[in-house]
């Protein structure tokens, strides 16, 4: 099975000072904007590790995660090389198991937690007609129930966040009756939200088609607050980046979703098209910057800091012709290089311009950030934890590819 071979050059990362200086030049204070990349900690899902596809076929990638324990391994292996992702995210059934304390301490002696847990109301015959949405009130009890063992099962990893996305819809005008099948969702997450334990949190993830080619129950983000707003304050909406129209303005969304405390995490992910699930900022990397900053800049704002602290980052992607491991890495390095740009924003001179109506130059203030090089300053990061400068040729250096392969043929 062809795979890469590890002796393919990648492009060096400069680790000169002078990159820095360059940074330094600009006005910006280095160390805090370490100790902010420092903080950024990015969850990685477990279900991007294994063997996925599309309609049309699995490609099978050598060593790819087979069990919940090889995804944990894997994703404890990607926070080693990045020290940037110490928790993965599970998904139920995919990831059960009978024993979860024994999980959880497999993850820790890994050196990674559990994170967010993540139901399934997709993949069994019953919700073909939806799951909270069915117009069958025993099919919306057993979507009911598996949420709740998703409850108890956050309870048992020490999870705060249960994460839900909702394949329902209909396929044809006049299948169901839209506002009933409304009713049934707000009626459903309200029993879930009230088995919510202290210290967890329900995010609600939208998506504007797919599985459902018709009307999505849950298609975008007004209809995701509106349900959170009913649902009570520890229910918050959480944007996949894939999961919209093509050039919506995502960002913006972003913004007036801090603005109401309302954001509660991301699926990040790139896409061309429709829900690619790529690597994220490989397809518009700008569009990730864009969203960077307007979290940056709730984070700076007294009056959004505080739901800007708490977001989730999470990963969500599926990689079909590449390796999972170093197609994780490298997102992890893409979340970095974006929100380190944005780091670099002069916001006092940017809110000037804005105030003066300087359009251009209020403009030129993001591309200049965006334009910086930050490698250097992601080095820097990396090197004060004595991780490598490029954890993507580390990982393609170590073996580890070669490794996994032959103990998991
Ligand atoms: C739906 C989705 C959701 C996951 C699934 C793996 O498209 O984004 O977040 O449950 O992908
Ligand atoms: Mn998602």
Redesign the pocket.
Known sequence: MQGPSSSVRLARVSTDPVGLEVIRERGVDVEPTLAQLRQLEIET?S?GYGDSGTRFHVYPWPGAARTVHERITDAALVHRLTGACPSVAI?IPWDRVDDWSELVQFAESQGIRIGAV?P?L?QEDVYRLGSFCNPDPDVRRQALDHCLECVEIAGAVGSSIV?L?L?DGTNYPGQDDLRGRFRHLVDGLGELYAALPDGVKLLV?Y?FF?PAFYATDLPDWGTAALVCCKLGPRAQVLV?T??HALSTNIEQIVALLLEEGLLGGF?FNSRKYA?D?LIVGSIDPFELFRIMNEIVAAKLDPSTASVADEIAFMI?Q?HNVEGKLEAMIQSVVNIQTAFAKALLIDRNHLREVQKAGDVLVAHRALVDAYETDVRPLLVALRAASNLPSDPVEAFRSSGHAERLARERA
């Open positions: 899902p279900w998904h993540n399934n997709f994460s996305w394949a993830e998506k797919e996949d894939g999961h699926h829900d699930d969500d599926s």
